[in-house]
């Protein structure tokens, strides 16, 4: 089979000629080639080419879909300490991160067929004619979506193959990496051309394409995982006072088809009900007891990071009763987590025990995913039309305000108003505000909050994780799930538990190579120019 002789590369460009044409232009000429006299010409040509340019490929099905903006970054936080997957042997690195790894090969093969596609646009739109301010602004698209690429290779894998032009065969089994640092430079470079020539907003029929927003906020994860927060400040604070995006006072419906137009949501991934729809938030995540598939589910120590009404700690704050752990709770755990023996649906009490909903498999914890769950959806399941987040605006005043931390800057009540407490004193949340102005302290804070106000959100959690070096601190330990008795001393059940009665998960690995991933060993094979990892030989 070609894909499996031939560098993705080579293939993702062999498959691009048949994948930007629609379908009336395949009505109306031959289907086995795309015709370069006929396709760039006119504005309506150009628009079909930048839509196919959102999307990777979709052949291997929306279960290998992995390539950091669509539905499928749910997975990411499988990879974190938030949230475990009852498949165990389906591509996750419970045991370690391995360069065979299904979800290491997706995310590299993925992300540059977009590249691919975004390269052979660049090469082609000055041939269509049109206005050339809209012109503009489509190349500043492109360039946005091949730098969101070009972040999560960087990020991801360190030393990268930097492509900016449509390879032939030979070129592309043939690509050697580029320091990390180009690749940065070259993504900036395009980001700054986007940040300049996007629309600040977009009309209702451009829902779902990259706005100036979008690209300042890229700009910002760029120099964050640089640590030039400063400049990565400054960034943010221009595009909060582009005054686009607010924070909207929903919570819940925020995930779901509802809030679709909201303007908190800076950068999203559109899904069409029954056309080009997902399955997992309605099927996948939603929990057995309620008909779904349970893959996934929460972690113990999440629950624990959601702090109380009054905005304390649950170690802090005299509301919290260990023998009623989730009353007087922040909105946002509710919002989030469906709590065994504690949460309802359509009146229906959630009983999250392993047991209950005759579901097997080992990575059954108890807390529920209530997040991006329609409670009210009656469609097709395998096929809804939410929209996922990727960049949200609390996203960026946390960013923000950490850049502020970081950098040194005097922390301000002010400051924190503007910021984390816009989140917490959102009407749906509501909950004490943040007063610590000690930088060390807040810190804490801050990251506690991204956890818990980003979960399930285009693999933001993991980004963090990396950026903090706390991979190994966090992720290489044993994890569990609800308690299932008091006496734990005296239970003879087939589970596993800690001291306190808690179901024992699984026990995770990250070592300190796991900051950077494996080059996917399906490319060493065919490319001795690549070379592998530190740690993974």
């Known amino acids: 089979m070609i894909y499996n002789k031939l560098n993705k590369f080579s293939f993702i460009l062999f498959c691009l000629i048949f994948i930007v044409g629609c379908d009336n232009f395949l009505e109306e000429n031959p289907t086995s080639q795309l015709s370069e006299v006929t396709f760039w010409n006119t504005e309506d040509d150009a628009i079909r080419a930048i839509t196919a340019c959102y999307r990777p490929n979709t052949w291997n099905g929306w279960?290998?879909?992995?390539?950091?903006?669509?539905?499928?970054?749910?997975?990411?936080?499988?990879?974190?300490?938030?949230?475990?997957?009852?498949?165990?042997?389906?591509?996750?690195?419970?045991?370690?991160?391995e360069p065979t790894n299904s979800q290491i090969s997706a995310m590299w093969s993925q992300n540059y067929i977009v590249i691919a596609r975004t390269n052979y646009f660049l090469e082609n739109i000055e041939k269509v004619k049109m206005d050339d301010n809209a012109k503009q602004s489509l190349i500043g698209e492109a360039r946005f979506l091949r730098a969101y690429s070009y972040f999560w290779l960087s990020q991801l894998y360190g030393n990268i193959p930097l492509i900016d032009k449509t390879l032939t065969f030979d070129e592309a089994n043939s690509v050697t990496q580029s320091p990390k640092s180009a690749v940065v430079d070259f993504a900036i470079n395009d980001l700054n051309f986007a940040?300049?020539?996007?629309?600040?907003?977009?009309?209702?029929?451009?829902?779902?394409?990259?706005?100036?927003?979008?690209?300042?906020?890229?700009?910002?994860?760029?120099?964050?995982?640089?640590?030039?927060?400063?400049?990565?400040?400054?960034?943010?604070?221009?595009?909060?006072?582009?005054?686009?995006y607010t924070i909207d006072p929903r919570f819940k419906k925020l995930f779901e088809d509802e809030g679709d137009d909201s303007d908190e949501i800076i950068f999203a991934r559109k899904y069409i009900e029954n056309q080009q729809g997902e399955p997992f938030t309605q099927q996948a995540c939603k929990p057995g007891w309620y008909g779904g598939y349970s893959q996934f589910s929460f972690m113990k120590n999440f629950i624990e990071m959601f702090p109380m009404i009054d905005g304390k700690s649950i170690k802090d704050s005299p509301l919290y009763d260990p023998q009623k752990p989730f009353e007087n709770r922040d909105p946002r755990l509710y919002a989030t987590?469906?709590?065994?023996?504690?949460?309802?649906?359509?009146?229906?009490?959630y009983v999250g025990h392993p047991d209950s909903t005759g579901q097997t498999g080992p990575g059954l914890t108890g807390y529920g995913i209530n997040k991006t769950w329609d409670h009210n959806f009656s469609g097709n399941v395998w096929a809804y039309g939410g929209d996922y987040?990727?960049?949200?605006?609390?996203?960026?005043?946390?960013?923000?305000?950490?850049?502020?931390?970081?950098?040194?800057?005097?922390?301000?009540?002010?400051?924190?108003?503007?910021?984390?407490?816009?989140?917490?004193?959102?009407?749906?949340?509501?909950?004490?505000?943040v007063?610590?102005?000690?930088?060390?302290?807040?810190?804490?804070?801050?990251?506690?909050?991204?956890?818990?106000?980003?979960?399930?959100?285009?693999g933001i959690r993991y980004l963090d994780l990396i950026r903090w070096?706390?991979?190994?601190?966090?992720?290489?330990?044993?994890?569990?799930?609800?308690?299932?008795?008091?006496?734990?001393?005296?239970?003879?059940?087939?589970?596993?538990?800690?001291?306190?009665?808690?179901?024992?998960?699984?026990?995770?690995?990250?070592?300190?190579?796991?900051?950077?991933?494996?080059?996917?060993?399906?490319?060493?094979?065919?490319n001795n120019n690549l070379k592998q990892n530190p740690g993974y030989n």
């Open 389 to 433: 987040i990727l960049i949200r605006y609390p996203e960026v005043l946390l960013s923000y305000l950490e850049c502020k931390i970081e950098s040194g800057a005097t922390i301000s009540q002010d400051l924190l108003d503007k910021t984390i407490n816009q989140l917490r004193g959102r009407e749906e949340v509501n909950i004490g505000n």
């Open 337 to 349: 987590v469906l709590l065994p023996d504690y949460s309802s649906v359509n009146g229906k009490i």
């Open 195 to 244: 940040i300049e020539k996007l629309p600040v907003k977009r009309g209702s029929s451009e829902k779902g394409r990259a706005e100036k927003g979008a690209a300042l906020a890229l700009k910002g994860r760029f120099l964050m995982a640089d640590k030039k927060w400063t400049e990565a400040a400054t960034v943010y604070e221009t595009l909060i006072n582009l005054n686009r």
């Open 469 to 526: 070096k706390e991979g190994v601190q966090k992720l290489n330990r044993k994890f569990y799930g609800m308690k299932i008795t008091d006496n734990p001393g005296s239970y003879t059940g087939k589970y596993v538990l800690d001291s306190e009665g808690n179901i024992f998960i699984q026990e995770r690995m990250f070592k300190e190579h796991n900051y950077l991933w494996p080059i996917p060993q399906s490319e060493l094979d065919i």
């Open 63 to 97: 279960w290998n879909d992995f390539d950091g903006r669509n539905i499928a970054g749910i997975k990411f936080e499988a990879w974190t300490d938030l949230l475990s997957n009852k498949e165990l042997g389906s591509g996750y690195p419970i045991g370690g991160i």
């Open 435 to 458: 007063s610590e102005t000690d930088p060390i302290k807040l810190k804490e804070i801050v990251k506690n909050e991204r956890g818990i106000e980003l979960a399930m959100e285009g």
